[in-house]
């Protein structure tokens, strides 16, 4: 099939861009990388009367330290991502995570925010984000607005951007020294959608975690906090028996949904053994 015709704009300011939106309403879409949408329109699966695209935008553009929080632009690609010294310094979990995002050519074009923006429960970035306790900074008609990534993911491919917002950068907090953090998936294929993921992070002290943060995804309608597991963990001497504790919590607490190809069951006990792996290896 062929996309349906649409008129195509490419704004030179964030305020043009933010005009455009506005004027053509719900008919218009963003469009950044492409390597979702493009597969969309052309199985008409969206029907865009316009096509705003924002590649030239430079406020969006980059990856910068300021003070203590890192601020990652929505254009960023998970390319940049990959290779960035910043993010191995500072958010080394999405450099963990970023080869596991579909092949080189795709990462090559796909965008930081429009991974979030799009809000699929399979992919990395906005687990990621979850875990790195992320703010999103998005413009919209009123100006700009932060929402914390807790409140951001809604629903299935259901973000709390609203037709008219622009999602422009994100703000990570910088970790301190004691931050351990593990990345899992598991994937029929190496770049294949995960079956079943983990980003995890914690404050570390000898055997002990606290602030875990332990999101899974592709396993629910968005990506899932394990909010009893990590209260079970906190503070606690980590050993055998706390491990095999918090696996059976887990596999409880998450509630999975099955994919056309894997059932609920096998989901189920993947994030056990995700979270065991995971625990694991922060400990070491
Ligand atoms: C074969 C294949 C395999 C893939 N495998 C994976 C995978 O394993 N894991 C994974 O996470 N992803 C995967 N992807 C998706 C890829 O990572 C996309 O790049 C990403 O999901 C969307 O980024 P994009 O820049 O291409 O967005 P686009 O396709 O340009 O846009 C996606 C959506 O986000 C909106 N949008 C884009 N930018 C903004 C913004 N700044 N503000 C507001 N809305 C915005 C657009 O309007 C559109 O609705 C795969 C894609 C392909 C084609």
Redesign the pocket.
Known sequence: MKAAAFDYVKPASLTEALRLLAEAGEEA????????????LNMRL?EPSVLID?TNLSE?KGIQLNGKQLRIG??V??TEIEESDLITKHAPLLKAAAP????RA??N??????????G?P????PACSLALNATMI?HGPAGERKIAAKDFFVDLYTTS?EPD????ATEIPVPDSSQVFCFQEL?RRH????VAGLAAVAQKQGAVLTQCQLIFFSVGATPLTAVKTQALIDGKKLNEQLIADAVKVVREEIEVIADLTNSAEAKQHLVGVLLERALKQMIV
């Open positions: 879409r963003l469009i950044a990388g492409g390597q979702t949408l493009l597969a969309t969206s924002i969006l929505a254009l690609t998970h596991h995002i579909a092949h795709i990462r074009l796909g965008t930081w925010g429009g991974s979030l923006a799009y699929d399979a992919a990395e970035w998005i951007l917002d622009i999602l422009v994937a770049g294949d959608y995960a």
